[in-house]
């Protein structure tokens, strides 16, 4: 389970040639699937988001509801605030920063 693993790992290191690493380093979180109850791991739904955001265009821009939407009809079933908590990890702007700055770019584009 999760918590046993948490648990055991808590304040274990792995000291190697490259540096001192926490055993916890070497685990990724997973986020249980819609359908089947299987998980995701965090990097993938990361990777999925921004997939998602890369397509976005001036009109057509999502915000985190509508990732969220979106992710749940791939079968990934992902809090908003984990959605908005990723991105920003990822150093991706809100929605509407977002969508300024294409707007911007299309009207410098055209000019």
């Given at each position: 389970h999760e918590s046993t693993v948490s648990r055991v790992t808590s304040n274990k290191y792995l000291a190697c040639t490259r540096g001192i690493f926490e055993l916890k380093y070497f685990?990724?979180?997973a986020i249980a699937n819609a359908d089947d109850?299987?998980?995701?791991?965090?990097?993938?739904?990361?990777?999925?988001i921004k997939q998602l955001i890369d397509a976005e265009t001036a009109c057509s821009i999502l915000s985190d509801d509508k990732i969220v939407e979106r992710l749940k009809t791939d079968g990934i079933d992902i809090a908003r605030r984990t959605v908005a908590k990723y991105r920003e990890a990822m150093r991706i702007p809100s929605s509407v920063q977002r969508r300024r700055d294409k707007e911007m770019y299309e009207r410098l584009g055209r000019v």
């Open positions: 685990f990724t979180s109850g299987e998980a995701h791991s965090s990097e993938a739904v990361r990777f999925r």
